[in-house]
């Protein structure tokens, strides 16, 4: 798991640790508090809302309640600069997915977009524009890191693109386990028509996801392709009309959240730490992640739901 810690010289580093250091002692509070009284239990929630909703003006986090429990929204809110990531929002990305990554009840992240017709355009290139090539530098590794942060959390992760997603927009939603877009979404990394290349992680990342001729192409030309196409290549798993985005990521995250959560975490990591290996180390890493489900009191309620044909009631146990 990359710790941003580790940064080092990144760009946004004491607010890291300053924001480390605060939720760790709500963490830690957490923790600590019964949950036997509702009292308790409303302290518990206030505390974890508090933890996730700290983090910027540009990130706002939603945790949805009821049969809905466990799955968690991250929504990019700035409208005037077409969510551009800028040195805000890259500090209420960094807090929102170590806070999400401390939260035992997260099952499913969704991040989305409150700015109508756009996930994401990007780099601030206002900010990037009044910055020193030191600055430079420091702020896209500190995006990289953030990036290999958020795809290297437990729980899956959807990308939810209605609209542009363009540069670090769709580095970001390259780096989200699904990705759910809208027929009139485009997408795009247009770097090279800037003189630079993309930093954060998608020369690595898209030519793994839609093979590398493709990728080269979509990286060299600088082209903005749409919804559909991005289907057709596999970058998107699902274009459905404009408008239906949301509720067709909230169905997949909806469904994912009902399977047995240990389950959900060895999946993931059976599957993308065995990318990376040799076939037969990859099967011992298999072995390894069933083995940690076959003591869990889930699986036991999965069979017992099964032999009394109901829904079973996972706890992650």
Not at 22 to 46: C, F, K, T, V
Request: aromatic fraction near 4%; include cysteine; proline fraction near 3%.
């Amino acid at each position: 798991m990359v710790s941003f810690a580790a940064i080092g010289k990144s760009l946004g580093q004491r607010c890291t640790k300053n924001f480390k250091l605060h939720s760790s002692r709500l963490l830690y509070h957490l923790n600590g508090i019964s949950e036997s009284s509702g009292a308790r239990q409303w302290q518990l929630q206030s505390i974890r809302t508090l933890l996730l909703q700290s983090a910027s003006e540009s990130v706002k986090i939603r945790s949805l309640s009821d049969s809905d429990s466990g799955i968690i929204e991250v929504n990019l809110v700035r409208p005037e600069a077409k969510n551009a990531i800028g040195n805000d929002m890259l500090r209420g990305l960094q807090h929102s997915f170590e806070a999400i990554n401390k939260d035992s009840s997260a099952k499913v992240l969704m991040i989305n977009s409150s700015v109508p017709r756009v996930f994401c355009a990007g780099a601030d290139l206002k900010e990037r524009k009044k910055m020193s090539p030191s600055e430079v530098q420091a702020f896209v590794n500190s995006l990289r890191e953030t990036f290999s942060f958020l795809e290297a959390l437990q729980i899956p992760t959807i990308a939810v693109i209605e609209g542009a997603a363009l540069g670090g927009g769709l580095e970001m939603a390259l780096s989200c386990d699904l990705r759910i877009c809208g027929e009139e979404a485009t997408l795009g990394l247009p770097e090279t028509g800037l003189a630079i290349i993309p930093g954060a992680g998608g020369t690595q990342r898209l030519p793994r996801l839609v093979g590398k001729s493709v990728a080269k192409e979509l990286i060299f030309t600088g082209r903005r392709i749409s919804g559909r196409d991005a289907r057709l290549i596999g970058l998107v798993n699902h274009c459905v009309p404009a408008g239906e985005v949301y509720l067709r990521a909230l169905e997949v995250a909806r469904e994912i959240s009902q399977k047995g959560p240990v389950a959900i975490r060895m999946a993931k990591r059976a599957i993308d730490e065995g990318l990376h290996i040799d076939r037969a180390a990859a099967l011992a890493l298999e072995e390894d992640c069933y083995e940690q489900t076959l003591y869990t009191k889930d699986r036991l309620e999965g069979l017992a739901a099964f032999a009394e044909k109901r829904k079973p009631i996972y706890t992650g146990e």
